[in-house]
């Protein structure tokens, strides 16, 4: 065997640092995924980026084709919804995003973000073991002592011709690394596996599916499934929610039901249904001690 200079097996040895959490396998990803009839077209995994998001959006506009795949083993400047910052540890969770360009009815592509929190809630429970539900309109959510935690978030952006969607999932932070108290990974949820290759193939092939029969469906989320699979999950849908809007405004009321368009509708105590598109939905808890 050659001896390496100092500086390779300093690399070598910064990269396998945290053993716990060794880098994807790009090889055997690209071999399980990109395939014949497969809509993953290429899957690359860089060492670290600002936001996988805007390094594909970068490559959409430049005629990136559908079904890529770019994967970050850490982000140095992650973004969710409302401009909020996404870090992490590296290689402690998975930071993807993939390039679609659906052949549906551009009105109908608000459900990309919905449908991605299907693909990957459903993937989450069956490959990892943990329960998971959905918080309108993107959050994914896990329950660590016996409260619901966030572990995951999905950003759509448009980009190129079509759609870039970004997937960030909390895998292995201990409780001393959460970003917030609020947050919560798959670790702390009691998940039969951390390996993150097996779960980001699980979240690629579910999405995968759930695109096929939505594209399928010609977008339609009710003739597809989608819309009574996502209400089935959704975690608030039953509660009493704020909505807070554009322009500082905001409705209280019980989130009731999720519309043809993908809008959470909050029934307020006038009794008017209120569809909202874009907001933060806060779920009202009530305080301790009391009934709910």
């Not at 959050?139 to 978030?153: A, C, M, Y």
Request: aromatic residues 4%; hydrophobic residues 40%; charged residues 20%.
């Amino acid at each position: 065997m050659t001896p390496q200079p100092p500086g390779n097996r300093d690399k070598e040895a910064g990269r396998w640092s945290d053993l716990g959490r060794p880098p994807l396998n790009v090889t055997a990803l690209r071999r399980a995924l990109v395939r014949p009839g497969s809509l993953w077209s290429a899957v690359d995994v860089v060492p670290v980026t600002g936001s996988t998001n805007t390094d594909l959006a970068d490559r959409a506009a430049k005629g990136e084709p559908e079904g890529a795949v770019l994967v970050a083993e850490e982000q140095s400047a992650g973004r969710g919804r409302l401009d909020r910052t996404w870090s992490a540890p590296p290689r402690s969770g998975l930071f993807f995003s993939v390039y679609l360009t659906p052949r549906v009815p551009q009105e109908r592509w608000g459900w990309l973000p919905l449908l991605a929190g299907v693909a990957t809630a459903t993937a989450l429970s069956r490959t990892a073991g943990v329960d998971t539900a959905l918080k309108w309109p993107n959050d994914v959510l896990v329950t660590v002592g016996g409260e619901e935690r966030k572990t995951g978030g999905i950003l759509a952006e448009r980009a190129g011709d079509g759609v870039v969607i970004g997937i960030g999932l909390n895998v292995s932070l201990t409780a001393a690394e959460l970003p917030v108290p609020t947050a919560g990974s798959l670790a702390l949820a009691g998940a039969v596996t951390t390996d993150r290759d097996p779960l980001l193939r699980a979240v690629l092939r579910s999405l995968e599916h759930w695109y096929g029969e939505w594209q399928t469906a010609d977008g339609d989320p009710a003739a597809g499934g989608l819309q009574e699979t996502y209400a089935a999950g959704c975690a608030t849908l039953g509660r009493s929610v704020r909505a807070e809007l554009p322009g500082d405004r905001q409705i209280v009321g019980e989130a009731v039901a999720i519309d043809g368009g993908g809008r959470l509708v909050v029934a307020t105590a006038d009794g008017v249904q209120e569809p909202v598109g874009a907001g933060d939905i806060i779920h009202l808890r009530p305080a301790r001690g009391t009934d709910p």
